[in-house]
């Protein structure tokens, strides 16, 4: 019903930069929160940044100013996470979820994409 795709994902040298996008598509009555999601090699799955309806925000201590996630204000099923000064732990898979109202009778269910990895690396 609800679908997202993750894009922007690739090959960076520590210190660089890279920005994600994700993008949902389907049967969307309405969207709420849409959050960055990683998981490195032989780690738990964690979450990076969430982004409100609001347009507040909450990030992982560890990408706080470096990280910057937003949305599309033209486009709210859209959303991108500006990576800045990328580490080597930075590496993972990114996968996007989002907060999804398919009908307004329905409660909010939540949506995944298949993710994009991002590696840091010289």
């Known amino acids: 019903q609800v679908q997202l795709v993750e894009s922007g994902g690739g090959l960076v040298q520590p210190g660089g930069s890279l920005r994600l996008s994700c993008t949902a598509s389907?049967?969307?009555?309405?969207?709420?929160?849409m959050t960055w999601h990683r998981q490195a090699p032989g780690n738990q799955r964690e979450l990076v940044a969430r982004?409100?309806?609001?347009?507040?925000?909450?990030y992982l201590d560890d990408v706080k100013g470096r990280f910057t996630i937003s949305r599309d204000n033209t486009k709210p099923t859209t959303a991108y996470l500006q990576m800045n000064s990328l580490k080597p732990e930075d590496t993972g898979v990114y996968y996007c979820?989002?907060?999804?109202?398919?009908?307004?009778?329905?409660?909010?269910?939540?949506?995944w994409g298949q993710g994009t990895q991002v590696t840091v690396s010289s």
């Open positions: 389907g049967k969307i009555f309405n969207i709420y929160n």
């Open positions: 979820e989002a907060a999804v109202k398919t009908d307004w009778n329905v409660p909010v269910d939540d949506y």
């Open positions: 982004i409100h309806r609001s347009g507040s925000t909450t």
